[in-house]
């Protein structure tokens, strides 16, 4: 038996470092997925949104937690008391949050999904919950500024405080870091939208043959040292046949035994006298 090759297509090589890429990508994507949904925790519970330690009434103010930076820190608020938290507004912020972090946990979940489904599937769900979630941390951020209008505030950071206007005081850095956390998950929900639409095959459709032919069937310009030129490997069992005369010149006119007669060689001097030489 002949030797066997191998087609590659450069579509196939592609396709191959695609989807090489894509998984790397994916473990990326998964890593500051679980980033995200601990930045989304940190902010939450943290009472560093705003706040002012330099003032008659030092305080430090978060989402549902208001804190007095005294020598004893006595924050107020609390999750399991909803009407504790100061402010209609406060509330609202709260919530949309707090929207946020479930969902970005539940992400997380999600993510055990590849092991149950295709990924295409897996990328769409987690995409819109990280879609979902990145929307409500933005409204959440977005709508806190509008509490800087509360009376502790206002005692805080000076009269001057107002709806987004924060006076005195400073933002801190988990307001900061949750800015950070609505960029990073309207990125990762685009990553994820697009790691579940572009997906290429491995093996596309193409004009090849199986690679199970002989070498010689494909390329009649590729011939080995047993293939014959009058056939391919296939017909070797046919020798080459060429018609003679055993004392004509070599430049007189010759035809082969497979080429039909035509009205030249009815006349010449091969019409009646013919012998077979096998070479």
């Known amino acids: 038996m002949g030797s066997k090759i191998e087609y590659v297509d450069s579509s196939h090589l592609y396709a191959t470092n695609y989807v090489r890429n894509s998984k790397a990508i994916g473990v990326l994507w998964a890593i500051f997925t679980i980033c995200y949904a601990i930045i989304a925790v940190v902010a939450f519970v943290t009472?560093?949104?705003?706040?002012?330690?330099?003032?008659?009434?030092p305080r430090k103010f978060g989402l549902w937690q208001v804190c007095k930076a005294d020598e004893v820190e006595?924050?107020?608020?609390?999750?399991?008391?909803?009407?504790?938290?100061?402010?209609?507004?406060?509330?609202i912020a709260t919530v949309l949050v707090g929207i946020a972090v479930a969902l970005a946990l539940f992400t997380i979940c999600a993510m055990l999904l590849f092991f149950f489904c295709q990924s295409t599937t897996v990328f769409h769900i987690c995409g819109w919950l990280q879609l979902l979630s990145a929307a409500a941390m933005v409204a959440g951020v977005a709508v806190y500024p509008a509490a800087w209008s509360e009376t502790s505030v206002q005692e805080t950071c000076g009269p001057t405080a107002d709806q987004y206007n924060i006076g005195r005081c400073h933002i801190r850095?988990?307001?900061?870091?949750?800015?950070?956390?609505?960029?990073d998950g309207i990125v990762l929900a685009a990553l994820a939208f697009i790691l579940a639409t572009r997906h290429v095959r491995l093996q596309p459709d193409s004009g090849y043959p199986p690679p199970s032919l002989y070498k010689g069937e494909v390329n009649n310009a590729y011939v080995t040292d047993a293939t014959s030129v009058s056939g391919s490997r296939k017909s070797l069992a046919l020798q080459p046949v060429l018609i003679m005369h055993p004392h004509a010149p070599m430049d007189m006119d010759t035809y082969s035994h497979y080429s039909g007669r035509t009205a030249r060689s009815k006349h010449g001097i091969y019409a009646n006298t013919m012998h077979n030489y096998q070479l």
Do not use: M, Q
């Not at 006595?74 to 509330?91: A, E, M, P, T, W």
């Not at 850095?173 to 960029?183: Q, R």
């Open 173 to 183: 850095w988990a307001y900061l870091l949750a800015v950070i956390g609505c960029l």
């Open 74 to 91: 006595d924050c107020k608020g609390r999750l399991d008391d909803f009407l504790s938290i100061n402010g209609l507004v406060f509330k």
């Open 47 to 57: 009472p560093e949104w705003i706040g002012d330690l330099e003032t008659e009434y």
